[in-house]
C-alpha cells in the first residue's frame, strides 16, 4: 500500500477513475483533492458549488476507493475549501498550500497510466492504423521492433492513448518489465530538482534502469538546453542497451524548434509515426465506444449531430460527448440531436457550425491544390482538377449543413448524384493515399474558425 500522501491520493484517484463513467467523473470527481490524513480518516476537500452533491451521492464510491487505494478501514469526510486539517495529519503538497509541489522521487508514481487508455478501446482508422499497428509491436516485444518509437500528429488525436496502452501492455503481459512514464515537463521538474538535492544518479537510474520509457510531449523540449543534454544521454543509454524508448510530439522531430541536429537524427533513427485526425465513420465509432463504455443508450443521429460538428480531435469528441449527456442528464430529458446542437454551440465545443461557406473551401482548397477555384467550379475532368474538386465537395459536406444538392448548386450548378458521388470518390481515396490526407487535414485547420 502507497504511504505518501501523494501517492495515496493517486491510488484512490485511480479506483475513481476505474469505477466511474468518464463524464461522471470529470464533472463530480475530478475536481476533488485530497485535503489531509489523520489516522485512518482521509479528507476530501471538494469546491462549494459540487460538496453537497458530491456527499450525498458519491461518498460510499469514495470510501470504496479509499479502502481499495488505502486502507480497509478508511473513513471518508467531504470537506470543503474553507476547512482546516487537524495540527498533527499528515497533507499533500497542494493541500498544505504548495500547489506548484512536484514529487521529485516518484518512487510509487512511476505507474501512473490510465487504465482506460488501452489497445481494445483504442478506434482504428484510415489516419491511425499504421501508428496502432507500430504501438503494438513496440508493446509485444519492447526494444526489438521500433527503437525510438516516435508518435506525432495535432493535440488530441490519440497519442496519449496509444503510449498508455504500451505501459499497459506491458505491465500486464510483459513478465515484469519495468515502466516508467513521464511527460517532458516532469522530466525536467525531476532532472531540475535532482541537480539541486544532488541526488541525480538516482535521478538517472529511475529512468535508464527502466526496461521501457514513455515520454509525452517531447516538443517542450525547445529552449531547454540542460534538459536537452540530460535527455540526449538518457536516450543514447537507453537505446545503447536495448531497452525500449517511446515519444510523443505535436509535431515531426525536424519541426520540433531549437531542436539540435544530433537529436533530430535520433529521433528519427527508429520509426517515425504520424497520426492524422479522425474521418467521420471513425468519429462515430469513438462516440459510438465511448457511449456503450459509460452505459448510456445514444441514438445514432445524436452521435452523427456531435461527429459532423466536432471535427479536430478525439479528446474534443469525446469532451463534446461528456457535456451532452451531462447537459441532458442535469434538464432530466433524452439527448437529441437538437439538444446537442444547443448545447454545443452554447458552450463553445462546436468546431463546425458553418463557419466557412462553401464559396470559401472552394477557394481554400484551390489555393491547397494549386488551382484556380473556377477550375474547381468549371467542367474540366483533368484527373489533378477532378480529385481536387471531389476534395472540396467532400469538406463542404463535412464543415457545412448544406445538402448535396445546395453544395452542387454552388459548385457550378451540378446535381446531387455528381456531388455524392464525388464525396464518396474523395473518402475512397483518403483511406488510402496520405498525401491527400494530410492536404485535407491542412484544410480543416484552416477552415476551422471564421475569417477575422
Not at 512536484?102 to 478501446?121: E, H, I, W
Not at 526496461?211 to 509525452?216: A, P
Not at 538546453?225 to 531497452?243: C, I, P, Q, S, Y
Not at 541536429?261 to 459510438?288: H, K, N, Y
Amino acid at each position: 500500500m502507497p504511504t505518501e500522501p501523494d501517492e495515496i491520493w493517486d491510488a484512490i484517484r485511480g479506483e475513481l477513475r476505474r469505477e466511474t463513467p468518464d463524464f461522471k467523473f470529470h464533472i463530480w470527481l475530478e475536481p476533488l483533492d485530497l485535503a489531509a490524513i489523520h489516522g485512518h480518516t482521509v479528507y476530501v476537500r471538494a469546491p462549494e458549488h459540487i460538496r453537497t452533491s458530491v456527499a450525498e451521492r458519491y461518498l460510499p464510491l469514495l470510501r470504496r476507493a479509499a479502502a481499495a487505494g488505502y486502507d480497509d478501514q478508511v473513513v471518508v469526510e467531504v470537506v470543503g475549501e474553507d476547512w482546516e486539517a487537524p495540527a498533527d495529519s499528515r497533507q499533500t503538497g497542494a493541500a498544505a498550500g504548495d500547489r506548484g509541489a512536484v514529487d521529485s522521487a516518484p518512487s510509487g508514481r512511476q505507474d501512473r497510466l490510465n487504465p482506460k487508455y488501452t489497445f481494445d478501446q483504442f478506434v482504428i482508422g484510415a489516419g491511425n492504423r499504421f501508428a496502432h499497428a507500430a504501438a503494438l509491436a513496440v508493446a509485444e516485444l519492447p526494444g526489438h521492433s521500433y527503437n525510438p518509437l516516435f508518435l506525432h500528429g495535432s493535440p488530441g488525436i490519440g497519442k496519449t492513448h496509444l503510449l498508455h496502452a504500451i505501459g499497459n501492455y506491458v505491465e500486464r503481459f510483459g513478465s515484469g518489465l519495468k515502466v516508467r512514464y513521464a511527460t517532458i515537463e516532469e522530466f525536467t521538474a525531476e532532472f531540475v530538482d535532482a541537480i539541486k538535492k544532488r541526488t541525480t544518479a538516482e535521478f538517472k537510474q529511475r529512468f535508464r534502469g527502466s526496461d521501457v520509457v514513455l515520454i509525452d510531449d517531447v516538443q517542450f523540449l525547445a529552449g531547454r538546453d540542460k534538459t536537452r543534454e540530460e535527455f540526449f544521454h538518457t536516450f543514447n543509454a537507453l537505446v545503447e542497451a536495448g531497452r525500449q524508448l517511446v515519444m510523443t510530439s505535436d509535431c515531426a522531430p525536424e519541426d520540433i524548434p531549437g531542436l539540435e541536429r544530433r537529436l533530430t537524427e535520433r529521433f528519427r533513427a527508429g520509426l517515425v509515426a504520424e497520426l492524422d485526425a479522425p474521418e467521420v465513420p471513425v468519429r462515430m465509432a469513438i462516440l459510438a465506444k465511448r457511449a456503450r463504455l459509460d452505459g448510456h443508450e445514444i441514438d445514432t443521429d445524436v452521435l452523427t449531430e456531435i461527429a459532423s460538428r466536432v471535427t479536430t480531435s478525439v479528446r474534443a469528441l469525446e469532451g463534446a460527448l461528456i457535456r451532452v449527456v451531462a447537459y441532458a442528464s442535469m434538464k432530466g430529458e433524452r439527448p437529441t440531436p437538437e439538444l446537442a446542437r444547443h448545447v454545443l454551440r452554447r458552450l463553445g465545443a462546436d468546431d463546425n457550425p458553418d463557419v466557412r461557406s462553401v464559396n470559401e473551401i472552394l477557394e481554400a482548397t484551390a489555393q491547397e491544390f494549386g488551382l484556380k477555384p473556377e477550375e474547381l467550379s468549371g467542367k474540366s475532368k483533368q484527373q489533378p482538377i477532378s480529385a481536387a474538386r471531389h476534395v472540396a465537395m467532400y469538406l463542404a459536406k463535412e464543415l457545412t449543413k448544406h445538402s448535396p444538392g445546395e453544395i452542387g448548386e454552388a459548385m457550378g450548378g451540378r446535381d446531387r448524384k455528381t456531388v455524392t458521388h464525388g464525396i464518396s470518390r474523395a473518402a475512397e481515396v483518403l483511406q488510402n493515399d496520405q498525401v491527400v490526407r494530410n492536404s485535407v487535414n491542412n484544410l480543416r485547420r484552416r477552415l476551422a474558425h471564421p475569417a477575422s
